[in-house]
């Protein structure tokens, strides 16, 4: 598509459920990275994928987060048994590739609020 | 420690003056540095890019600026328009084990008032 597409644009989940947020990078671009905007805070760097190389997890917060990113496209995160310290807007974003010579291109990110 | 810090942290202007954000970093080794802007409920868009020999770089009425040296960066923004009322973040990005990280600062957070 023309741009980086994110699922769902808002989710209100309760405590203790498990989440799926959906990132639909544009075609072509092989990197993918995954980053979390609480209210007021920076971005904070969650996960990266680059081709079919391994993920860089290091952002992950804890073992309740995990991401996958299907035949180099669509990625998918997983919050598993959510906390209210999870409410923040998920963003992804893509670029061409690892050489950071390209700005890269943001979704509009998933609000996500855990009641 | 490989930190971004901007500032100031919120400003309010009138519409049609000029501003100018500021973003110190303390990133090594240094690749890039980039200025997005986010307007509310949506992804940051890319402004500029710059690497260590760029010194300037213009997008319409924003310009940048790099300092390599004491490690600075500015973003001018010429003529406000209600439009520009948004966040501005610096990115950094450094090669770590052969891979780009990226350094985000916190933003600073523009209004313009007509």
């Known amino acids: 598509g023309a741009g980086v597409s994110q699922s769902p644009s808002n989710k209100v989940t309760e405590k203790g459920k498990d989440v799926e947020l959906r990132c639909d990078p544009i075609?072509?671009?092989?990197?993918l990275y995954w980053y979390r905007q609480s209210l007021g805070q920076g971005l904070e760097f969650l996960i990266y994928?680059?081709?079919?190389?391994?993920?860089?997890k290091s952002g992950l917060p804890s073992d309740r987060f995990s991401a996958e990113r299907t035949g180099g496209s669509v990625s998918t995160l997983t919050i598993q048994r959510t906390q209210q310290e999870d409410s923040a807007v998920y963003l992804c974003?893509?670029?061409?590739?690892?050489?950071?010579?390209?700005?890269?291109?943001f979704g509009s990110g998933t609000r996500l609020t855990v009641v | 420690k490989n930190q971004v810090e901007q500032s100031p942290q919120s400003l309010i202007i009138l519409e049609g003056k000029n501003c100018t954000l500021q973003?110190?970093?303390?990133?090594?080794?240094?690749?890039?540095l980039r200025w997005y802007k986010q307007d509310t409920g949506r992804g940051p868009v890319s402004l500029t890019i710059?690497?260590?020999?760029?010194n300037t770089k213009s997008n319409g009425r924003y310009t940048a600026t790099l300092d390599a040296d004491t490690k600075q960066s500015s973003l001018h923004i010429t003529a406000s328009q209600l439009s520009d009322s948004a966040s501005y973040i610096c990115?950094?990005?450094?090669?770590?084990?052969?891979?780009?990280?990226?350094?985000f600062g916190t933003g600073t957070r523009l209004k313009v008032l007509a």
């Open positions: 974003a893509s670029t061409v590739d690892r050489t950071a010579n390209y700005g890269y291109t």
């Open positions: 075609s072509g671009h092989t990197a």
């Open positions: 994928f680059q081709g079919n190389s391994a993920p860089d």
């Open positions: 973003c110190n970093y303390t990133v090594s080794p240094f690749s890039n």
């Open positions: 710059m690497t260590f020999s760029e």
């Open positions: 990115v950094v990005s450094r090669i770590a084990s052969g891979t780009y990280k990226y350094i």
